[in-house]
């Protein structure tokens, strides 16, 4: 073989390998992230984290009931969905949020048109670099910044840190997060639960029994034509489980006997009718609930109504 043949396979060569690596980028970026991979990109220390799948929510009709809810009449929204031509009841597939002291975290699966976000980005006052982009939001504390993470998975972040998305990049080294198979599910955690800030009315006397819990997951799953909540509790002990079961159903009771001391009956559109369904049990150092959800519960709480 002589030197000139020699040199054209060791071209060849290296570019079939930087072809194999180029291909292996694109690959593994292209790859769907798994719920358990996304969750762990997210910052999660004493944030509340939500998922919802909207494809599941769009096919059982619900997203429906959005079309008259304040998302859709916001005139900052019409002005984005115009610019971007990005509509979530459309375009969005799932979302996973974290809201952390510190800012939101988002990771959004989707359809996104990236030269129009990097347009409407640049036409209101932010910056680009590359892929990366950050904004001002509608007061200072708020700053935007988004990149893609993947052609369909974008990483955005709401904070007074106009480079927060970025922290989307590192993986957290924690164990397999427990991730409900539900179309939207909310994972609490056990410090907001103790301190009973930002809760409902009426759902702090149920929080107070969850104090000793090590993780609170709530889930929303369809049960025929109907919903359901589901909570799963990760107790200390078995001991703490059982007793956590019989307090549950002992405020549940409770509430039931307040309403009717005041000669009233639980209303299935609202939150009593959905807190006095109510029913739990224990096993072994879990404790699991169950709460009914109606169709005018629903349409009550998303104003469409």
Not at 4 to 16: D, G, H, K, M, P
Not at 189 to 213: C, D, H, I, N, Y
Request: aromatic share 8%; hydrophobic share 45%.
């Amino acid at each position: 073989m002589t030197p000139r043949t020699r040199a054209w396979l060791l071209i060849l060569l290296i570019s079939a390998l930087c072809g194999l690596a180029l291909g292996g980028v694109i690959w593994y970026r292209s790859r769907a992230l798994s719920f358990a991979a996304m969750f762990k990109r997210l910052p999660t220390e004493d944030a509340v984290v939500l998922y919802i799948d909207f494809s599941r929510l769009r096919a059982g009709g619900i997203l429906a009931l959005l079309d008259g809810s304040k998302v859709g009449e916001d005139p900052e929204y019409q002005s984005f969905v115009r610019k971007t031509d990005f509509d979530y009841k459309q375009d969005l597939d799932a979302a996973m949020v974290a809201f952390a002291a510190k800012g939101k975290y988002m990771l959004l699966r989707g359809r996104f048109d990236w030269k129009s976000l990097r347009s409407y980005a640049l036409a209101n006052d932010g910056r680009c670099n590359n892929s990366f982009c950050k904004m001002p939001g509608s007061v200072p504390e708020r700053r935007i910044s988004f990149f893609p993470m993947q052609p369909n998975l974008m990483a955005m972040a709401v904070s007074d840190d106009d480079v927060a998305a970025l922290r989307m990049n590192a993986v957290d080294a924690r164990g397999d997060a427990e991730i409900p198979d539900a179309p939207l599910w909310l994972s609490i955690p056990p410090s907001l639960v103790k301190s009973g800030q930002s809760l409902p009315p009426g759902t702090q006397m149920f929080a107070r029994s969850l104090e000793r819990a090590q993780a609170v997951t709530l889930a929303i799953v369809q049960e025929g034509d109907q919903f359901a909540a589901k909570l799963n509790v990760r107790c200390a002990s078995v001991p703490d489980a059982s007793a956590l079961a019989a307090e549950l159903n002992k405020t549940t009771g409770l509430l039931r006997e307040m309403i009717e001391r005041e000669h009233q009956k639980a209303n299935p559109a609202d939150l009593s009718g959905f807190l006095t369904s109510g029913a739990f049990r224990s096993e072994g150092a879990r404790v699991s609930g169950h709460w009914g959800i109606t169709r005018a519960l629903i349409e009550n709480l998303l104003g469409g109504s």
